[in-house]
């Protein structure tokens, strides 16, 4: 989600009268040097309680580079090539083209591709997947700033060949099938997505999952990777609640930016290559967690997570897991954003 998508979500909630709004802004001033020293001290589970059953544990962050096309303002997904190692595709936010970049791991832009039968009405997610011996990339336009959109889909296309790809010429791909999604009480905003392309190969027991990001606990539901009725509607079922997600402390919730008072909100999600191990990342946080043999996502994604070391980024929207799982790559919505590689241990 945009900055102005932000501000026009948080002016919907309201939150008072003109005295009470001047009281805020002047707490929120008073508030700001004590943010800085207190940045990244949200209220997080203890790491030390979520090793059992985990092949990772912590991290070390890199610099990998920066987002080196000027076209790519405002990333909001990541996925790792499923074909050619080193390659990551990336997209913008809402109102954009639907544009897919494909970028190094260092951030050197690759080329890109146009999804044909696609709107990028407010993309906010994407991942990649394999199913029958076949690369894709799945691309959610589920961005709901204010809860109102009955026409969220998820994208899928097979992944081009790095060779096709040309900076200076954009592919044009179509869209292999599509699913639109509908909630069964209400529409939900929801920034983070992950595929599990299922155990039979085919795709035919795949599920995509979404978490919501407004929400307190937020909520986990699921739709079936490749529905038996193309372009139909599919509800969207609820798993359950994901309660233990690290929330902002009283201070940080005085300031209204991403860092602030939004810190806990979900903005992207990847599961590993292998199954054993899920990211979710929140405007304040890289969260780790393992799955254990025979174990649903709902019940691993309920346990404390391994918190890593915070990314102090302004807005973090984009999170993947590299194509061999040891690696998770981070960036956000800004121009020349940072690219960040956490090297798992």
């Known amino acids: 989600m945009n900055a102005a998508g932000m501000a026009s979500a948080e002016k919907d909630e309201g ?12 707490a929120r001033a008073m508030c700001v040097s004590i943010l800085l020293i207190h940045a990244g001290c949200s209220r997080a589970p203890a790491p030390a309680a979520t090793a059992a059953g985990g092949q990772f544990t912590s991290a070390e962050i890199v610099r990998a580079g920066k987002l080196a096309n000027p076209k790519i303002n405002e990333a909001s997904g990541l996925a790792a090539s499923r ?42 997610d994407m991942a990649s997947f394999t199913i029958d011996g076949r690369a894709y990339l799945l691309v959610a336009d589920t961005g709901d700033n ?34 639109p999604i509908l909630y069964p009480d209400k529409p939900h905003d929801c920034e983070a997505v992950a595929v599990d392309p299922g ?35 599919q509800i969207a079922w609820e798993l359950g609640k994901i309660a233990l997600l690290p929330q902002t402390s009283s201070v940080q919730n005085l300031l209204p930016v991403p860092t602030g008072r939004f810190r806990g909100q979900p903005t992207g999600m990847d599961f590993s290559p292998d199954g ?62 940072a690219l960040l590689r956490y090297d798992l241990k």
């Open 15 to 26: 939150s008072g009268n003109a005295h009470a709004r001047g009281l805020g802004i002047f």
């Open 83 to 124: 074909k050619t190692n080193g390659v990551l595709w990336t997209h913008n936010d809402s109102g954009n083209d639907p544009v897919l970049y494909a970028i190094g791991t260092d951030g050197r832009f690759l080329g890109s591709v146009w999804l044909a039968g696609a709107d990028n009405i407010d993309w906010e």
């Open 146 to 179: 204010n809860a109102r959109r009955k026409n969220c889909s998820l994208y899928v296309i097979e992944e081009p060949n790095i060779a096709q790809l040309s900076p200076a010429k954009e592919l044009v791909v179509q869209v292999a099938w599509n699913v």
């Open 199 to 233: 155990a039979k190969g085919d795709g035919s027991d795949g599920k995509i999952y979404l978490l919501t990001k407004r929400e307190a606990p937020n909520r986990l539901f699921s739709v079936p990777l490749k529905p038996e009725a193309a372009g139909v509607p």
């Open 276 to 337: 054993r191990s899920a990211v979710v990342l929140t405007y304040g946080n890289v969260l780790l967690y393992a799955r254990r043999e025979g174990e649903s996502w709902f019940s691993a994604l309920v346990r404390n997570p391994v918190v890593l070391p915070p990314h102090k980024l302004g807005q973090a929207e984009a999170a993947c897991f590299s194509s061999d799982g040891k690696t998770i790559f981070v960036t956000e919505e800004n121009k020349n954003a």
